[in-house]
């Protein structure tokens, strides 16, 4: 099978709970935190308008892009557009979400750092306005 610019780099993988996503949104996981990793590392794929909810890390992410292109969005900031081959470094305990477009999908490498057994506490669904105003730039 020939490598095309659209063949993802890792199956889609399972869907994740609706509990902490809007829309579909699916996890290949690829490394689990053990005696020499203090992180997990895993690729997320959203389908177009599938997004996290609201959210933070105690001790930080980053997310390489690798397909598509998305959102990430501060608490106060404006959203600002991802696509493939960007890379987001998000400090510790800051209130952020990430996804698709409304059109596009978007696929990521996730590497989330642990503090104890904690890597990521939920909060509150992104609003269907604040998702719109990101999709309007």
Do not use: C
């Not at 949104?25 to 959203?46: C, E, H, R």
């Not at 890390?57 to 501060?74: K, M, N, S, W």
């Not at 900031?77 to 990430?98: F, L």
């Amino acid at each position: 099978m020939t490598q095309t610019d659209d063949t993802p780099l890792f199956p889609k993988g399972n869907p994740l709970p609706g509990t902490y996503f809007t829309g579909n949104a699916f996890l290949t996981p690829m490394i689990a935190k053990d005696k020499n990793n203090d992180f997990m590392m895993g690729s997320v794929t959203f389908e177009p308008g599938a997004r996290t909810n609201w959210h933070t890390h105690p001790r930080g992410q980053v997310l390489i892009v690798t397909g598509g292109a998305g959102f990430y969005q501060e608490k106060g900031k404006p959203a600002q557009p991802i696509k493939k081959g960007d890379v987001v470094n998000i400090p510790e305990n800051t209130e952020h979400w990430h996804g698709a477009a409304a059109k596009t999908k978007m696929v990521h490498i996730a590497i989330t750092n642990y503090e104890g057994e904690t890597n990521v506490v939920w909060l509150k669904p992104v609003s269907e306005e604040d998702y719109n105003v990101a999709n309007k730039q």
